[in-house]
């Protein structure tokens, strides 16, 4: 949903609730309160105090696990806060509201199996009304973890209306956790809903989606691309994703790692643009040499390499001159490999790669076989078990 459209909705909600308190009596103590800890009609009888301290404690548990929750102390969950009422400010103290509310939610996703998470949700419930004015992105933050009974209470607490979440009336019917076919599907039917799910899955700021998220996001993708005709559509609705995890430095080996796996799989099945080519091609390559360049892991720098052939080959990727695939891996590979410098474990594995055999061939020309066949450290994996149980590209 569109920030403007967003807010809109939110004004216009918040005009009805004042035009109600103004033409009608003092408002009395409501039999029953929206709650993710209480039953409806207990949570009616306890006050807003003792949910903040409930809260409060659950965010000092989750300060323990992640340092940035603390900002939040001074902000959503002050003691301040309690004199607040959202639907009787101004528009600007609302964004204000909005943006805190969207940062801590997108936080708070890589934690919500903790009770604590869940205890801090209940303030938000209560104080700020995120059921009401921030029913997508509390939504988006669950969604991950749609098979547990948290995401039934949530989806439970919320008037989807005629949102693309409606989908989701069938569990509040039956309180039954959605299996993740349920929303794979419904992806195909609205491509909107898989938009959002990649967007919520991409980094905000300084914000980076936690490897629950991730890897939600990456199934759910790999999924629909396997069953639908890939078009321009699809495409479009995922390249965000893709470009913010194929980034060079990008953190999250885990955003990477999926976004590698989704365009793997969209050059095997459709043949995307040049331009789209080329822009992938060149992500995946800056990754491949970042990863030689810094990584320790030889089985994480593998398998962006392993991805680069698997793209470029899959891809039918062609230059200006018309080259052919191994033409232009050639190329790239002799970009990246740079023996001058002396030989290291990472550059025995770009050789080895490498579609040349005679380049191979002059790498291991210089090598002592009986040291390289010792494992170097323990747990590390011997170079020649990692590449020769593959066939080369020659």
């Known amino acids: 949903m569109a920030a403007g459209a967003s807010i809109s909705a939110q004004l216009h909600a918040l005009k009805s609730l004042s035009n109600v308190h103004a033409d009608s009596e003092p408002l009395k103590k409501p039999f029953t309160r929206p709650s993710l800890i209480f039953d409806p009609k207990a949570a009616a009888d306890i006050d807003l105090d003792t949910i903040l301290n409930i809260s409060l404690s659950g965010l000092e548990v989750l300060i323990e696990k992640e340092e940035r929750f603390r900002n939040y102390s001074n902000d959503l969950f002050s003691y301040k806060s309690k004199e607040l ?7 600007e103290d609302n964004v204000g509201i909005n943006a805190s509310i969207s940062s801590y939610l997108r936080l708070l996703s890589g934690y919500l199996e903790l009770s604590s998470a869940v205890n801090t949700l209940e303030y938000l419930i209560r104080r ?4 009401v004015y921030n029913a997508e992105e509390l939504i988006l933050c669950a969604l991950p973890y749609h098979e547990t009974h948290v995401f039934v209470q949530i989806v439970q607490l919320i008037n989807t209306g005629n949102s693309r979440w409606k989908f989701l009336d069938g569990v509040k019917a039956s309180g039954a956790p959605p299996p993740r076919h349920v929303i794979v599907q419904q992806c195909i039917r609205d491509m909107g809903v898989l ?6 899955a991409a980094p905000v700021k300084k914000i980076h989606p936690s490897k629950v998220v991730t890897g939600f996001c ?15 559509d699809v495409v479009k609705r995922i390249l965000p994703y893709l470009n913010s995890g194929l980034q060079l430095g990008a953190k999250g080996s885990d ?4 976004a590698l796996i989704i365009v793997t799989l969209l050059a095997q099945k459709v043949a995307l643009a040049p331009n789209v080519v080329k822009s992938l091609t060149r992500s995946i390559a800056d990754i491949v040499r970042a990863d030689a360049n810094e990584s320790a892991d030889l089985q994480c720098v593998r398998m962006s390499f392993m991805s680069l052939i698997n793209f470029i080959q899959d891809a039918k990727m062609k230059s200006k001159k018309d080259s052919s ?10 970009g990246i490999l740079d023996l001058s410098n002396g030989i290291s474990d990472l550059k025995i594995l770009f050789a080895l790669e490498h579609p040349e055999v005679e380049v ?12 390289i066949m010792t494992e ?5 994996k011997v170079v020649p078990d990692l590449f020769f149980s593959d066939c080369r590209l020659t």
Do not use: M, P, W
Not at 376 to 380: D, L, R
């Open 325 to 334: 695939s191994y033409d232009v891996l050639c190329k790239i590979f002799n």
């Open 218 to 232: 990456t199934a759910v993708v790999f999924e629909v691309l396997r069953l639908v005709t890939i078009d321009s």
């Open 195 to 200: 938009e959002a799910i990649c967007n919520y």
């Open 360 to 371: 191979r061939r002059s790498v291991f020309s210089c090598l002592d076989v009986d040291g």
């Open 85 to 91: 009422d959202r639907e009787l400010v101004g528009i």
């Open 376 to 380: 170097k450290a323990a747990g590390s």
């Open 255 to 258: 955003q990477k790692a999926g």
């Open 128 to 131: 700020y009304k995120v059921h």
